[in-house]
């Protein structure tokens, strides 16, 4: 069964710093997808950033990327230039590549980011 | 812009008791997901519904059920209330089940 670790269970920031949010995965899987999401105190899970397994280019989105290690099964967050609207938990999340039945969303526990003025 | 909505935002239950949650999907998405979300825990799947029928599965009693109507709205059942029940449940909706889009969830307490 796949599984997703997030080992930070709070993480701290200065505005305009980087920090960088830790993910493990675990799959037999040679192709899948990888997420991040963002949850703000709004509740709603806003995805941030998607990785395809099958691609060696680390995704990048804005202020965010990723360093994605295959072989290592680590899916790390990397938030440059923080702002204090970053400030939320933050989820990794694993989907296996193929639809159907088997599209479901894997999460980690979470990383709560605060982040200072 | 039609994003996901769901009803109620709070409701507080009794053990015991029957509660019903609903979901509207984006507009142009047809697949609707459940997840529950303890405190302090990632969410965890519940099931997917797809064209009306159940497609998928999580590990979760009977005690939950769902249904998807013709508009693609969606609803999720949880019977016999246990204070373990307690959670944020989201609901996410996607195009054959590519690109999801969640909702701001409904915060259930039992007591």
């Known amino acids: 069964a796949q599984t997703v670790t997030q080992s930070q269970p709070e993480m701290s920031v200065q505005e305009a710093e980087t920090v960088t949010l830790s993910c493990t995965y675990d799959t037999s899987e040679s192709d899948y997808y990888l997420f991040w999401y963002k949850q703000p105190p709004s509740r709603q899970m806003i995805l941030v950033i998607r990785?395809?397994?099958?691609?060696?280019q680390n995704a990048t989105e804005n202020r965010f990327s990723v360093n994605f290690q295959k072989a290592a099964k680590s899916f790390s967050l990397k938030i440059s230039d923080s702002q204090l609207g970053d400030a939320a938990m933050y989820f990794c999340a694993y989907r296996m590549l193929y639809g159907g039945a088997t599209n479901k969303l894997i999460f980690g526990t979470g990383t709560l980011l605060a982040v200072q003025p | 812009d039609a994003g996901v909505t769901q009803s109620p935002t709070h409701l507080i239950k009794t053990r015991g008791q029957q509660v019903t949650l609903r979901c509207s999907p984006k507009?142009?998405?047809?697949?609707v997901s459940w997840y529950q979300q303890a405190l302090g825990q990632g969410p965890q799947f519940i099931f997917q519904?797809?064209?009306?029928?159940?497609?998928q599965r999580g590990n979760f009693p009977d005690r939950f059920s769902g249904h998807q109507f013709p508009n693609y709205s969606s609803e999720l059942n949880v019977n016999a209330l246990l204070l373990g029940d307690s959670a944020l449940y989201l609901c996410?909706?996607?195009?054959?089940?590519?690109?999801?889009?969640f909702g701001s969830g409904t915060r259930l307490t039992v007591v």
């Open positions: 507009s142009g998405h047809d697949t």
């Open positions: 519904y797809y064209e009306e029928e159940e497609r």
């Open positions: 996410a909706s996607s195009l054959q089940g590519d690109g999801y889009t």
């Open positions: 990785q395809e397994a099958y691609k060696q």
